[in-house]
């Protein structure tokens, strides 16, 4: 059983969808800590409601990042977070940050901080992603679960999801076909991480099979895809 701190600048809808995924059994784990910069995010409330700990280190007028990053890890480390999922929040992490939270031995190279994009990265990273992809004129958008590291939206690819982009889309329609995507897909990778199935070298990423049972009862380690 994990546990999951998320942070949050806004409306929370992927930290829903990570709640419920705890809450019946699709992550085995549980959201220790929401974290969110902005006092007055929706994110919050949806945090109390399902009954974790909601916390605000507020980053207005903090001009010091590295020094918000380290308060942001001590209240992660108090709530004995072991992933941190980025999930709408609208802040660059630091070295400091993804120092606390890098890759290690015992996670198969795995950073312990995943971010949820609405893009099909690399296309489209930073703001306003499905806005890019509208004026770029794509076919094809879609969304993105990484690995974080020092880059805006840069990190090893772990999922990803496609979707159209319809005749007549604005901003607002294609957003929300994308959000129902990233629903489906950030979940499923947190469960991942959670089963100590993905390892990392260098971009790639790997998810291992899920241990099949055998007709004794016994796990079999199975092979890699
Ligand atoms: C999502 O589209 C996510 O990919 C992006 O910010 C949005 C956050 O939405 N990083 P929500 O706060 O989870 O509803």
Redesign the pocket.
């Known amino acids: 059983m994990i546990r999951i701190g998320v942070l949050?600048s806004?409306?929370?809808?992927?930290?829903q969808a990570i709640l419920d995924a705890c809450a019946d059994g699709r992550i085995d784990g549980r959201v220790a800590a929401v974290v969110s910069n902005v006092p007055e995010a929706r994110?919050l409330e949806r945090a109390r409601l399902a009954g974790a700990a909601a916390e605000v280190v507020a980053s207005k007028g903090v001009a010091d990042r590295a020094a918000y990053d380290r308060q942001l890890v001590a209240v992660l480390r108090r709530h004995g977070v072991d992933l941190v999922a980025l999930?709408?929040y609208m802040r660059l992490v630091t070295p400091a940050f993804l120092e606390a939270f890098g890759p290690s031995l015992a996670r198969n190279g795995c950073p312990a901080v995943m971010?949820?994009?609405?893009a099909l990265l690399p296309s489209f990273p930073g703001l306003h992603a499905q806005r890019q992809a509208l004026d770029y004129g794509v076919r094809f958008s879609g969304?993105t679960v990484h690995f974080v590291d020092a880059g805006t939206d840069t990190g090893p690819v772990v999922v990803q999801a496609v979707v159209p982009v319809l005749p007549g889309d604005t901003e607002a329609s294609l957003?929300a076909r994308?959000?129902r995507e990233?629903h489906r897909i950030y979940p499923e990778a947190l469960q991942w991480f959670a089963e100590g199935r993905l390892s990392v070298e260098g971009r790639r990423v790997t998810l291992r099979s899920a241990a099949a049972p055998t007709l004794d009862g016994v796990c079999n380690p199975s092979r890699d895809r």
């Open positions: 949050a806004g409306s929370g809808s992927n930290l994110a999930a709408g971010n949820i994009h609405p969304c957003s994308i959000l990233e």
